[in-house]
Every structure is written in C-alpha cells, then in structure tokens.
C-alpha cells in the first residue's frame, strides 16, 4: 500500500463537495507559475489532440494558440467550469466519493492536473483512471506548487517536504504498471539576500511530474 490511512486523512473531513459548493474565482498559483506551466503544455501537447483537464476551473492554462480537439473538464463547482472557455464539456465528480471516471478507455491524448493533487485520498485509484483512459503513447502532466488549501490536503502532503511531495506524485505513477519513469521538471525561484532579510518570497516553486502510458509490448511468436 503505497499510503496508510492516516496519510490520506484531511484536517477538514467534511464533503470536499460542500467545500467547493461556492466558486472561487480567483488564481491559485502566481503568474510566473502559470506562464511556466503554459509553456510546458506549448511544449508537450500535441495539437488537435484530445485534452482532459481533471480537476479543473474557471481559468485555463493551455496556450491560447494551439488548437485541440476535444478538451473534456471536471470539477467540483459547475459555476467555475461554466466560465472555462477552453473546454468543449466538463461534468463535476468528487473523486474522493467516487475516483472512476466516466470516461471511454484510451480516448484521451493527455491528463492534465493542476495544483489539484494533493486533496487526492485515494491517488492509486484514480492515478489507475488516468492510465485507462490514456491512449498508448499518452502523456499525463501533473504539476504543483507549495500552496494548498491546507485543511483539504491530505496528511502525507501536508506533512511533507517540496522533495517529499514530488516523491509522492512519482510514487502514484510507479504504483500503476504500465507508466514510463515519471520526469520531473522543476524550477524553485531564487531569492535576493535583501527579500530574503525581509522575509519575502521570490515566487510560487514550479513542480511538473509527468509520465506517459507506454506502448503495449507485442510477443512475437517463432
């Protein structure tokens, strides 16, 4: 089991529905993050390809040049996904009540989740739903930062370290057989001695764990 139950216990045990059930329209991640992230999906995403942003809002982070063919979205707050003018449909889930998605096998091109996955409690289950709607090939891009609703994270992420948290997320993809070796791009700001004597940050850290579905081996018969 890659995390015991207490790991994957919130301080707010309440509905993640009920806490959601009023939008939130503002940014959760600071503007270099985002264009970081943006550029990475520039990078990585294939265009006219299908998209599945999980987890979700009102704001997207794909580039607004590139064209895609389907870009599916899920949340908990239908206002917020309603003002998403990049998705083509989205449809609202809590994955902590029930983690399998409704979603065709292998119909997807890219998993795309955004500062979502530390308030997964259970990451194997639908990290398993991320690998089964992949096609071969797939890409799934999980990226983070160190800002969270704290009393909606769970435990192992609250309680651990930036290099712990990364761990967690390439230990979700190495807990499905069938993922490549997770890559991880990082970028942590660096902070002048005059901000850091002042106790001010130099930007929101930029975290990145991704991985693809590989292709399925062929046995060739003699």
Do not use: C
């Amino acid at each position: 089991m890659l995390l015991q139950p207490n790991q994957r216990t919130k301080l707010d045990e309440s509905s993640d529905t009920a806490f959601y059930d009023v939008p939130r329209f503002v940014t959760h991640v600071d503007d270099g993050f985002i264009q970081q992230l943006t550029d990475l999906y520039r990078q990585r995403l294939t265009p006219n390809s299908r998209i599945f942003d999980m987890m979700s809002s009102w704001v997207s982070h794909l580039p607004a040049e590139v064209d895609f063919e389907w870009v599916e979205g899920h949340g908990l707050n239908a206002e917020e996904l309603a003002k998403n003018r990049r998705l083509n449909h989205y449809f609202v889930q809590n994955l902590n009540e029930n983690p399998r998605l409704p979603l065709d096998d292998q119909s997807f091109d890219a998993v795309l989740n955004t500062v979502s996955v530390q308030y997964l409690q259970q990451p194997e289950v639908v990290f398993g739903e991320i690998y089964r709607i992949l096609k071969p090939g797939g890409i799934a891009i999980i990226s983070f930062s160190n800002r969270m609703f704290y009393q909606k994270a769970i435990a192992a992420w609250r309680d651990g370290s930036e290099t712990r948290r990364v761990n967690l997320v390439k230990g979700y993809f190495g807990s499905v057989p069938g993922f490549s070796n997770p890559e991880v791009v990082a970028h942590t700001p660096s902070v002048p001695s005059i901000l850091q004597m002042l106790g001010m940050a130099g930007g929101d850290p930029f975290y990145a764990v991704i991985a693809e579905r590989m292709e399925p081996l062929v046995s060739s018969q003699l």
